[in-house]
């Protein structure tokens, strides 16, 4: 009998595609999310906050401010007070914005559930296509299904790890807040690079 009620706990046990799927979900009914963040890699760390409303985000550490409004990206390098304009790629927004890579899971990873505690889930992606991505490892706040942490392990280079803390809801915002404003910045060079 133990047995069979064991076999179907198990038959019910949730998948890492579900979680990130529910975890998808619950960032599209938020009107907006901030969060802390540290990432770090072999060359140093930064610190900084992060606004995000659906595809668009907000980005700020002491060396650099993004814009992103679901299209065109926005870099601002304080110590050159240059701006740099692009449409970047998926997996370069997937480096900047970890709420991204979850977003995108179902096109471009498969999804494994790594052993799990009861606070957090631990997820493994690996890209279904060749990449400069190797592997990502979530680990995800099991009540709020927000990121914790991401590590990002590419080819031949150390993994960037990024922490995540102080994760809130917020209120809705308006599409300017995800783009660069040249009035408020009117000495900063303007680098076309679409």
Do not use: C
């Amino acid at each position: 009998m133990l047995l069979i009620a064991f076999m179907g706990v198990e038959a019910h046990a949730v998948t890492a595609d579900e979680i990130l799927t529910d975890a998808t979900g619950r960032y599209q009914t938020v009107k907006s999310i901030s969060a802390q963040f540290s990432m770090h890699d072999n060359s140093g760390m930064v610190s900084g906050n992060i606004v995000i409303s659906g595809d668009r985000f907000h980005l700020e550490t002491s060396a650099l401010k993004v814009w992103y409004d679901g299209r065109t990206q926005w870099t601002l390098v304080t110590e050159t007070n240059e701006v740099n304009v692009t449409e970047p790629t998926v997996e370069e927004l997937q480096q900047v914005n970890p709420f991204a890579i979850i977003s995108a899971f179902r096109n471009n990873y498969k999804a494994s559930l790594l052993k799990s505690t009861a606070n957090e889930y631990k997820i493994q992606l690996v890209p279904i296509s060749s990449s400069g991505v190797t592997s990502v490892i979530l680990q995800l706040n099991r009540p709020t299904l927000y990121p914790k942490s991401v590590e990002i392990h590419s080819k031949n280079t150390s993994p960037i790890v990024i922490n995540v803390k102080n994760v809130s809801e917020g209120k809705s915002l308006p599409i300017g807040a995800f783009m660069f404003n040249q009035s408020q910045y009117p000495e900063a060079e303007i680098i076309d690079l679409r």
